[in-house]
């Protein structure tokens, strides 16, 4: 892309946000969108929160990242027990965690868990319970809502108990199992990607306000997870509870597409032949999912643009990650929707809006 085609094409991805921001979809947003050698723009918008407009956005504001936990920790630290072979895509659940047992569910793996195939219901009917005991004991044994690999159902659920096992087969904490990747992921700004906010991050941090289901409802929640079942796990689950600027989001996208794009040089367990195993679209029917990933649709909230060996996710709270390895480009794109802004659908256009702005030109 010329340097003027990608100057008016961040123009208009700017003009998107700034638009959001007036019709109220969120408060705050910022982006960092680049290619496999760096940065190419990045920039803040708006205020922290609707009512103090003098509460500025930094590029560095620590975002809760929701769902792209994901992504950018779930699923790597799953490469990683993968790739030291302490972990089988095709092991069954059922060798790893004793309550998972029944006729219906024997056969379920990991890649299922992966690739939200497993059968398990996107969220808990009843109020989550308090602790991983609790948790693991309702998901294990809780009627499945289709019969596995026959469809693709996108579930928390799924992920809290692939969190759980992946805890036991790294004998640490997702945290601290995170926390070492990210080290080699990025030795001098490691702890800009984490669970575990430090105090001083914290207050800086972009704030939500939690859901009417929520037992924390009627505060403003600042460097704390929105989601309340992270919440009721200690803020560390396999499905939400990481914070991160994004620039530090978009040092993680760089590593991932320099991997799709063959370069061997990016540390373990981010190699292209893993990478690229886990970016391999799903053979359930009518599913988009790859392991941990979405790949490209055109309905999606990549918008219509990207090429199709596009991978990315979305969180709740209103981000999103994007990589297209044909275009040499990653998309980065962090907002406090979940702060009394807008619908998940007025989300969802902005998105598209915005990713379509910066492809239009390439």
């Not at 105090?199 to 939690?210: C, D, N, V």
């Not at 090429?307 to 709270?317: E, K, N, P, Q």
Request: glycine share 8%; hydrophobic share 45%.
């Amino acid at each position: 892309m010329r340097a003027s085609s990608f100057s008016s094409s961040t123009s208009a991805a700017a003009l998107a946000i700034e638009d959001a921001i007036d019709a109220g979809v969120f408060p705050a947003a910022t982006v960092d969108v680049g290619s496999s050698e760096g940065t190419l723009w990045s920039r803040a918008f708006g205020s922290l929160t609707f009512d103090d407009r003098r509460a500025a956005v930094s590029v560095d504001t620590p975002f809760d990242l929701a769902s792209l936990t994901k992504v950018i920790a779930t699923t790597s630290i799953a490469m990683s027990l993968v790739a030291a072979g302490a972990l089988r895509l095709d092991q069954r659940i059922a060798e790893l965690l004793p309550e998972w047992r029944g006729a219906d569910r024997e056969e379920v793996t990991v890649a299922d868990l992966l690739e939200h195939a497993s059968g398990l219901p996107a969220r808990l009917v009843d109020v989550p319970p308090t602790g991983r005991r609790e948790f693991e004991h309702d998901i294990c044994t809780m009627p499945l809502e289709y019969a596995p690999r026959s469809t693709s159902v996108y579930s928390d659920l799924g992920f809290i108990l692939l969190g759980f096992l992946l805890a036991d087969v790294g004998r640490a904490s997702l945290a601290d199992q995170f926390r070492g990747l990210n080290v080699r992921l990025a030795p001098d700004t490691a702890g800009t990607l984490t669970f575990e906010l430090p105090p001083e991050a914290r207050a800086l941090a972009a704030p939500t306000q939690p859901m009417a289901e929520d037992a924390r409802r009627g505060r403003i929640l600042r460097g704390e997870v929105h989601d309340n079942y992270a919440a009721a796990l200690g803020g560390a689950a396999g499905h939400a509870g990481l914070f991160g600027g994004a620039a530090a989001v978009g040092v993680f996208a760089r590593v991932v597409l320099r991997a799709l794009r063959g370069d061997t040089t990016q540390p373990a367990p981010w190699s292209p032949d893993v990478v690229e195993r886990f970016a391999q679209k799903t053979s359930v029917r009518g599913s988009s999912r790859a392991l941990g990933w979405d790949t490209m649709l055109p309905t999606s909230s990549c918008g219509a643009q990207m090429s199709a060996s596009a991978i990315g996710h979305a969180g709740f709270t209103g981000t999103s990650l994007w990589i297209d390895p044909e275009r040499d480009r990653y998309f980065v794109l962090l907002t406090n929707r979940a702060c009394g802004g807008g619908t998940l659908d007025q989300m969802r256009a902005v998105r598209r809006e915005f990713h379509d702005a910066l492809n239009a030109a390439s």
